[in-house]
């Protein structure tokens, strides 16, 4: 069984951009968390539209909003990595904090493609980690999408202007 996706808003996004968030639910159902600063970042209202699809996949239970408990062991990381971190950390968006602080206390997986912010929270935590590449690879591998679909999803998201590594699915495949 997979444990649970906590996306933050450049993974995620890529999908909703090209309107491939349906590929989500069908890899992960019932373990797609979006915690609420994230879903904060997607209600600005240049991006409503992709709220919409959000709110969408929530309504239809797809997807869980996830907040974080002021008392809570995620909330004290969340404060120290958005405000003070240790030394040899920088300061990270409020968005890939909260996705790394509740991955770590529910033992989840991070979904994020920021990897130059990330990496280093992902290494001390033990965290497990996926990018909007290894969720098309397997999506293609589980047989929902053909490399060739996943070269035209790719292509998208590239000229949405998404950082999903590869030139195309074929190159990401061929480095995997």
């Known amino acids: 069984m997979t444990d649970s996706l906590f996306f933050d808003s450049d993974c995620i996004s890529a999908f ?18 979006i915690p609420k600063p994230v879903y904060d970042e997607l209600s600005y209202p240049t991006t409503l539209h992709l709220k919409s699809k959000i709110d969408s996949l929530v309504d239809n239970h797809h997807v869980t909003i996830f907040s974080i408990k002021v008392d809570s062991y995620a909330y004290t990381l969340y404060q120290k990595f958005t405000t003070n971190p240790d030394k040899g950390y ?9 996705t790394i602080a509740l991955a770590k206390v529910d033992n989840g997986i991070v979904a994020s493609n ?7 929270y992902i290494k001390t935590f033990e965290l497990r980690h996926v990018t909007t590449g290894d969720i098309l690879f397997d999506a293609l591998k589980r047989g929902f999408i053909t490399e060739q679909k996943g070269n035209i999803i790719w ?6 202007r998404r950082k999903i590594g590869a030139s195309s699915f074929s190159d990401y495949i061929n480095k995997k």
Do not use: C, T
């Not at 491939?20 to 019932?30: F, I, K, V």
């Not at 920088?90 to 909260?98: D, Y």
């Not at 292509?155 to 949405?160: E, I, R, V």
């Open 155 to 160: 292509a998208s998201m590239l000229s949405k």
């Open 114 to 120: 920021n990897l130059k912010d990330i990496s280093v």
């Open 90 to 98: 920088k300061i990270i968006g409020p968005g890939e904090v909260a």
């Open 16 to 33: 909703l951009w090209v309107n491939e968030q349906n590929l989500l639910p069908l890899l992960y159902p019932g373990k797609i968390v």
